[in-house]
């Protein structure tokens, strides 16, 4: 079965500083993986998603992600944080029963000015 | 990119009485659609699969009778919560995927802006 782990329940950054949000994945199939984010009291919004064509996957706002087959990893890194990149953020692996994306349980990003 | 669009954003109702939240995709078809439901400080966790023109799935745990769920066409799904209660509080999302895209697990889903339900 697939699921998903993320390390850290709260990653705090200074701004300017490298983001770094930790994803790691188990799967029986070769997975399709995607990081979310989630500002308050909204729905989700897709960053990027890797789909088996190029490892090293490019998102919106600077964020990217790199799949690492041996490490089993999908870390999100943006190189310089910005206060507005503060919110929770989800990786997520498709293959759930009902084609659902399976979630981890999310990393809150703080961004200190 | 596609647009999922949930309503109410925010209700707040008084316990006993029932609850409808709308999930429509814009400008794509959705043959299925996924209703979620997130805890404070935790993930979603699925509750549901509706299917346009039949009954909807249900997760284990997940009763089918105070969660009703209706998918009448292939824009629309809706949840009503019946009999609310206030461990009902909670915050509902649902997302959908392109029915013509949607036969490859490659493609995202996309989230409506969720609806926080406090009963009370």
């Known amino acids: 079965a697939q699921s998903v782990t993320q390390l850290g329940s709260h990653v705090s950054v200074s701004e300017g500083a490298l983001v770094l949000l930790r994803c790691n994945y188990s799967?029986?199939?070769?997975?399709?993986l995607f990081w979310y984010v989630q500002y308050p009291n909204q729905g989700l919004q897709l960053l990027l998603k890797y789909t088996s064509a190029a490892t090293l996957v490019k998102g919106i706002n600077g964020f990217e992600a790199e799949f690492k087959k041996s490490e089993t990893s999908f870390h999100l890194t943006k190189p310089s944080a910005h206060m507005s990149d503060a919110a929770e953020y989800f990786c997520?692996?498709?293959?759930?029963?009902?084609?659902?994306?399976?979630f981890g349980k999310g990393t809150k990003l703080s961004v200190k000015p | 990119g596609a647009v999922v669009s949930q309503h109410p954003s925010r209700v707040i109702c008084k316990s006993g009485t029932s609850v409808k939240i709308e999930c429509r995709s814009l400008?794509?078809?959705?043959?299925?659609m996924f209703w979620y439901r997130q805890f404070p400080k935790q993930s979603l966790m699925l509750m549901a699969t509706s299917n346009e023109g039949s009954k909807a799935t249900y997760e284990q745990g997940v009763e089918k009778d105070k969660f009703l769920i209706n998918h009448a066409s292939l824009t629309l799904s809706t949840l009503t919560v019946t009999s609310a209660h206030p461990e009902d509080s909670s915050f509902y999302i649902c997302s959908a995927r392109d029915k013509f895209l949607s036969g490859g697990s490659n493609t995202e889903a996309f989230f409506g802006q969720g609806t926080r339900l406090t009963v009370v």
């Open positions: 799967s029986s199939v070769p997975p399709y």
């Open positions: 997520a692996v498709s293959g759930g029963s009902q084609g659902n994306l399976i």
């Open positions: 400008d794509f078809q959705a043959t299925t």
